[in-house]
């Protein structure tokens, strides 16, 4: 948190997808940003595949990805849903983000959402999610809820949010993490 009390939160979406759903779904929050919140989205591509003999020192993109998470207030993560659980992309990006020696994930708020096309909006992806959160040591917010099923329904083509309901649910997600956040880090 800077002196200004801003929160600064860094933004992780699950899919390399271009038109990504659960990307689309992190660009439309800077719509609905509480007031002193700002939202930076890291790009997962240039990550490598998690591999243990390359650790010391850490490759460049992986060294960057890390310093982010450190430097950020908070994380807002978007999950797809891969086969009942998350992607292979974010969980290599975690897995990246959990290893010693500074583990940047450890005590950090994360807020969590999900986009799918399937009829559970990312349910069982989250509850994998949390399940990893909770192993690093993160902090992630319990309620409320964000699950967008039938995200196909919830975008038009270029990706812009126009389902009301969502654009509402994300708004108090976000003002839930400001204030976890702050009782947190305070
Ligand atoms: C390998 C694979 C597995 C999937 N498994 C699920 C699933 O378990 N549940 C679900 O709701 N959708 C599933 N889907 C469909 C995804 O929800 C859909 O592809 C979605 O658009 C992925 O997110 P994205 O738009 O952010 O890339 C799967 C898609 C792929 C490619």
Known sequence: MTNDHTIHVLGIS????QKSYNTSLMRSVYKV????????????????????????????????FRARIAQAD???????????SISGVLKNALDWASRAPQQPLRNKPVAI??????HFG????QLHL?????????????????????????????????DDKVRAALQKLLEALADWTRRVKM
Do not use: C, W
């Not at 959402?113 to 399937?118: D, I, R, V």
């Open 14 to 17: 699950g899919s390399l997808r």
């Open 130 to 162: 949390r399940q990893i959160l909770a192993h690093v040591g993160a902090l992630p917010l319990i309620k409320p809820d964000v699950l967008v099923p039938y995200a196909e329904q919830a975008f038009n083509a270029d990706g812009s949010l126009v």
């Open 74 to 84: 908070a994380l807002l993560i978007a999950t797809p849903e891969y086969n009942s």
């Open 113 to 118: 959402m999900g986009a799918s096309t399937g």
């Open 122 to 125: 990312t349910a069982r992806a």
């Open 33 to 64: 940003l509480p007031e002193g919140m700002t939202l930076e989205i890291a790009d997962l591509a240039a990550l490598p595949l998690f591999n243990e003999d390359h650790e010391k020192p850490f490759p460049e993109a992986v060294a960057e």
